[in-house]
């Protein structure tokens, strides 16, 4: 079975603090995601990876970066978190251009 | 306008019954098709995939995909209250952009 793990479940930050999201896959993909979703809105991509030090944008990326140092872990970082990035963030991985397997996910609060 | 577009429901059913969930696309360049179920409070997991045209059945599970009406459907029978949870519907264009995008999902209940 794939295996995508977040490093927390729930996460309660202040504005202004700087935080990092992890997320470590098992299943030696390429492709690696980070998604959030909000009520309404649905998933919506933040930043993906498909190789070790590469990084795309995706739709929504400001406030946010990425760091991927090894193949099977890729962080997500707020820079500066703010009230407007409480959201349920979803990392993903997959091999190819149509494959998606997700973590638990990790519900950050920012107050 | 999305891209993809999923009525948010909520959807209610007793159990037994036969439910239908839908997205509608705009993009004619996607060719992979897929379902996820999302249970609350967990991650999505892949329930169905697709790749174009036509239907996919497992189990109580069909999947169908109408590229001429960019339409794809989930049909769900004898329906059980374990299937109550939020269904996503996603898709990719297999080449260029390596990333899924999602309809917002519809919420189900099956009432026991």
């Known amino acids: 079975d794939v295996k995508v793990t977040q490093s927390s479940r729930y996460l309660v930050k202040r504005t202004g603090e700087k935080v990092f999201l992890e997320c470590v896959q098992d299943m030696d993909h390429e492709n690696m995601f980070w998604y959030r979703q909000d009520p309404g809105l649905g998933l919506r991509l933040i930043y993906f990876s498909y190789d070790v030090k590469m990084k795309e944008k995706g739709d929504i990326p400001e406030g946010y970066s990425v760091s991927r140092e090894k193949k099977e872990r890729f962080s997500l970082i707020l820079e500066s978190a703010s009230t407007n990035q409480t959201s349920m963030y979803l990392c993903?991985?997959?091999?190819?251009?149509?494959?998606?397997?997700f973590g638990q996910g990790t519900r950050l609060t920012v107050v | 306008q999305k891209e993809v577009e999923q009525d948010p429901g909520p959807l209610s059913v007793p159990e037994g019954a036969i439910v239908s969930l839908n997205c509608t696309y705009s993009?004619?360049?996607?060719?992979?098709f897929m379902w996820y179920r999302q249970y609350s409070r967990k991650g999505p997991e892949l329930l169905m995939y697709t790749y174009s045209s036509g239907n996919k059945e497992d189990g109580r599970f069909t999947a169908q995909v109408d590229k001429s009406s960019k339409y794809i459907s989930l049909f769900i029978r004898d329906s059980q209250p374990s299937d109550s949870a939020t269904y996503l519907c996603a898709m990719s264009e297999g080449t260029g952009r390596r990333a899924l995008t999602f309809g917002s999902g519809t919420r189900l209940q099956v009432q026991p």
């Open positions: 993903a991985s997959g091999r190819g251009a149509s494959q998606a397997f």
């Open positions: 993009n004619s360049a996607f060719q992979y």
